[in-house]
T-cell receptor
Framework: EPEVTQTPSHQVTQMGQEVILRCVPISNHLYFYWYRQILGQKVEFLVSFYNNEISEKSEIFDDQFSVERPDGSNFTLKIRSTKLEDSAMYFC???????????FGPGTRLTVL | RKEVEQDPGPFNVPEGATVAFNCTYSNSASQSFFWYRQDCRKEPKLLMSVYSSGNEDGRFTAQLNRASQYISLLIRDSKLSDSATYLCVVRVRSNDYKLSFGAGTTVTVRA
């Protein structure tokens, strides 16, 4: 069964450093998403990406964040200058069409020290 | 008011019992509804979509009540493996890309 994959599974970084989280969505899916979940809190939407551009973003997704689809398979989330409050689990998701269910990857646990 | 609200539980039930819980959503225009399950420190996994007429998938039954703006999940014949946090998820508008998540209802099934 096809699945979304994410690397790394755990990233530890110093405050102020840049991090890039990587995702490989399901191959025939057209819509890609990033969500985050701070420990003990609910899953929050960050951004969606369709047709090589951002289609929707939340208030959390400020200028420190960017997304890219550098090739036909990878989808990345970059945080330019990490803050302590960026520590969270970051989930990538994809869906075949907009109205379909979204399928989530296993997540990257980001720890900012 | 939160977009999606759930009773956090926990619901502690013996194996074989039936457990049911609800989720309310604030926007009457909400279009799509899902139940996901999440195990500790894992990703949300789709359990089932919720259709207007209600739907069943094995031991799981989901209902939608648009008038009262809630969805429900019922689990029959609970198994130990059903222990998880159940996330109520809503797409508010048909052209929304994002999904809005509830904080989850924790279910623990004991032997």
């Amino acid at each position: 069964e096809p699945e979304v994959t994410q690397t790394p599974s755990h990233q530890v970084t110093q405050m102020g450093q840049e991090v890039i989280l990587r995702c490989v969505p399901i191959s025939n899916h057209l819509y890609f998403y990033w969500y985050r979940q701070i420990l003990g809190q609910k899953v929050e939407f960050l951004v969606s990406f369709y047709n090589n551009e951002i289609s929707e973003k939340s208030e959390i997704f400020d200028d420190q964040f960017s997304v890219e689809r550098p090739d036909g398979s990878n989808f990345t989330l970059k945080i330019r200058s990490t803050k302590l409050e960026d520590s969270a689990m970051y989930f990538c998701a994809s869906s075949e069409f907009l109205v379909n269910e979204q399928f989530f990857g296993p997540g990257t646990r980001l720890t900012v020290l | 008011r939160k977009e999606v609200e759930q009773d956090p539980g926990p619901f502690n039930v013996p194996e074989g019992a039936t457990v049911a819980f609800n989720c309310t959503y604030s926007n009457s225009a909400s279009q799509s509804f899902f139940w996901y399950r999440q195990d500790c420190r894992k990703e949300p996994k789709l359990l089932m979509s919720v259709y207007s007429s209600g739907n069943e998938d094995g031991r799981f039954t989901a209902q939608l009540n648009r008038a009262s703006q809630y969805i429900s999940l019922l689990i029959r014949d609970s198994k130990l493996s059903d222990s998880a946090t159940y996330l109520c998820v809503v797409r508010v508008r048909s052209n929304d890309y994002k999904l809005s998540f509830g904080a989850g209802t924790t279910v623990t099934v004991r032997a």
